[in-house]
């Protein structure tokens, strides 16, 4: 618990993603990524300089999901929970039946976290993305896009006037999934048809394969992008 806290922390306060009195909206997907932020966010709230509220929001996307483990998880924790629901499955698989759902998808929860964001009075959404999110986001922009690009760790929307950050860019995915097994934290199944059948499920197995000849491809690639820098990607001066 305590090197996940100290990683996380790093990386709020590197990148000042949280301010005095901030009401924080956690998107919780029943993933592994969200539930291991969800929970670290609300133990570091114990101690952390700065105030904040916490609230945990899940979209229902009519996939049948049960959100009951996310309840009583919330209740532990003492965040109050709201799940929305939605008919992003319908719209994406059984009205426009897209080739590539998962950037309409994509777009569609981003549009209804925002909504319940600003219902709950809300400024901040605090995101699942770790350390490979970023990584395998760059890869897939440069492979399809031609572009040095991925994901900033701080992004102001200014359509909204919300903030999304993303605090666990400083975890690898493997550190996030051995934390919530260990936390027994309730991880809930994903029910998506587009599950793991994405190009960036393709881009992960790459890297895997190139990590076997260059170990250390994952550190290096994160620290070019912190490095050059990519925009966004600026660090606080100490």
């Not at 993303?166 to 550190?175: A, C, G, I």
Request: aromatic share 8%; proline share 5%.
């Amino acid at each position: 618990m305590q090197k996940m806290l100290s990683q996380l922390r790093r990386c709020i306060d590197e990148y000042n993603m949280i301010e005095e009195n901030d009401k924080i909206i956690v998107g919780v997907s029943g993933g592994k990524d969200s539930t291991v932020l969800l929970r670290l966010l609300a133990e570091l709230r114990r101690f952390y300089p700065k105030k904040y509220e916490l609230y945990a929001v899940s979209l229902d996307l009519g996939m049948g999901m049960d959100y009951s483990p996310m309840v009583e998880l919330c209740k532990q924790l003492d965040v109050p929970y709201i799940i929305k629901k939605t008919d992003i499955k319908q719209v994406v698989f059984d009205i426009r039946k897209e080739s590539n759902p998962c950037s309409l998808c994509a777009k569609m929860r981003r549009g209804a976290l925002n909504d319940v964001t600003l219902e709950l009075g809300a400024k901040k959404v605090a995101l699942g993305h770790h350390e490979d999110d970023a990584i395998e986001t760059f890869f897939l922009s440069l492979f399809y896009e031609g572009r040095l690009n991925t994901f900033m760790p701080v992004t102001y929307l200014d359509r909204t006037g919300v903030t999304q950050i993303r605090p666990l860019l400083y975890l690898s995915e493997r550190k996030i999934a051995n934390f919530a097994q260990r936390e027994n934290l309730p991880v809930l199944h994903n029910p998506c048809p587009a599950d793991k059948v994405t190009k960036r499920e393709d881009v992960k197995k790459l890297i895997k394969d190139l990590e076997k000849q260059f170990p250390d491809l994952k550190k290096h690639v994160f620290g070019g992008i912190q490095r050059l820098p990519l925009p966004g990607w600026e660090r606080e001066a100490k």
